[in-house]
């Protein structure tokens, strides 16, 4: 028998994938029974509150094949169903759990605001430091933050409590007026001079983190408009209000628009959470061939298309002619 009480640790079960994958629930436990070798082999998977594990049935004998369980036992035969068996664990896993390594209220507030925000999930790098994760910016691929569980100590204060933390990009002319060892820390394994460190115990307000992830987000994609958060969300709704009917505009040049022509992927993030398609005109802005966006939040390039020619905007084969649409802002200056 294989106790899978490891592989599930840190780990939040959910019980409808579960039942999704194929498992049968049994009173407590949720059973999955898969074959192996051409039916020579069944897989027994059992997942409960009290005990989870997993079995190889040898069906000609309805004994449990324990070699895959000692590792000293060797041979091609044996290390493929051990390979097989396996791999039908780990897609369990996968498929059916979320990492819940973070588990106190802020971090998941934080967590929860992250991926709603920005889409973006933690990412766990490290193996042996499993209570680590970072965010990474999808554009660039830069971290602006990361979640960490660590003792008090290695903040400098005299306890071993163990707590987590979030460290957070910040501006390197500024870091010194808000590091105060109390509630701001110098970045934990970041370059103190760009990162700070945060408890996530409440001893900040919720959404004073929300606006410094904000802020850390910006700074890693090279933000040199002034704008952050939701103020550049906003600066990119307002000007599509401004593009006339029958025109145009690239990603780059809305970006150009806010001062950072860098920011072309973070509009194109933006304009994909448009909180309001008939107010804000996100059908007029391309790409630098004119081309359709395929995941047009409102319904896809065809809608898009059905938008754009009805402003009067001619679209052959998901292509506007940006030499004839294109808005020019000095046109009539």
């Not at 996968?94 to 990412?123: A, H, M, P, R, W």
Request: a positive charge; one cysteine or more.
């Amino acid at each position: 028998m294989r106790n899978l009480e490891n592989k599930l640790k840190n780990r939040k079960i959910n019980y409808e994938n579960l039942l999704k994958y194929g498992f049968k629930k049994e009173n407590k436990k949720y059973i999955y029974k898969t074959k192996l070798q051409d039916n020579q082999f069944e897989v027994r998977v059992v997942i409960s509150d009290e005990i989870s594990y997993a079995k190889l049935i040898d069906l000609e004998s309805e004994t449990e094949f324990i070699l895959v369980d000692i590792e000293e036992a060797t041979g091609k035969f044996v290390g493929k169903l051990r390979q097989d068996y396996a791999e039908i664990i780990d897609n369990i896993i996968i498929k059916c759990t979320t990492k819940e390594v973070f588990k106190n209220k802020q971090s998941k507030e934080v967590i929860s605001y992250v991926e709603k925000k920005y889409g973006d999930k933690l990412e766990f790098l490290w193996e042996k430091f499993d209570d680590n994760a970072i965010w990474r910016n999808n554009q660039n691929n830069k971290w602006y933050g990361a979640l960490l569980t660590i003792s008090e100590r290695k903040l400098g204060i005299e306890s071993d409590n163990i707590i987590e933390i979030i460290d957070l990009r910040y501006q390197k002319d500024k870091i010194e007026d808000i590091i105060d060892n109390a509630k701001f820390f110098g970045g934990y394994h970041m370059n103190k001079k760009s990162w700070i460190t945060i408890k996530l115990d409440e001893s900040i307000d919720t959404k004073e983190i929300f606006r410094l992830i904000d802020n850390s987000y910006n700074l890693s994609i090279g933000n040199k408009c002034g704008f952050t958060g939701d103020s550049l969300s906003q600066k990119v709704y307002e000007y599509l209000l401004t593009i006339p009917k029958g025109k145009v505009v690239t990603y780059k040049q809305v970006a150009e628009n806010l001062g950072n022509k860098g920011l072309a992927r973070v509009v194109g993030n933006i304009l994909h959470k448009n909180p309001d398609g008939n107010r804000y005109p996100c059908y007029k802005v391309l790409n630098s061939k004119g081309e359709l966006a395929e995941a047009f939040v409102f319904g896809g390039k065809e809608i898009q298309k059905e938008r754009l020619e009805k402003d009067g905007v001619k679209v052959i084969n998901n292509r506007v002619d940006l030499k004839v649409y294109q808005w020019n802002e000095n046109e009539g200056k």
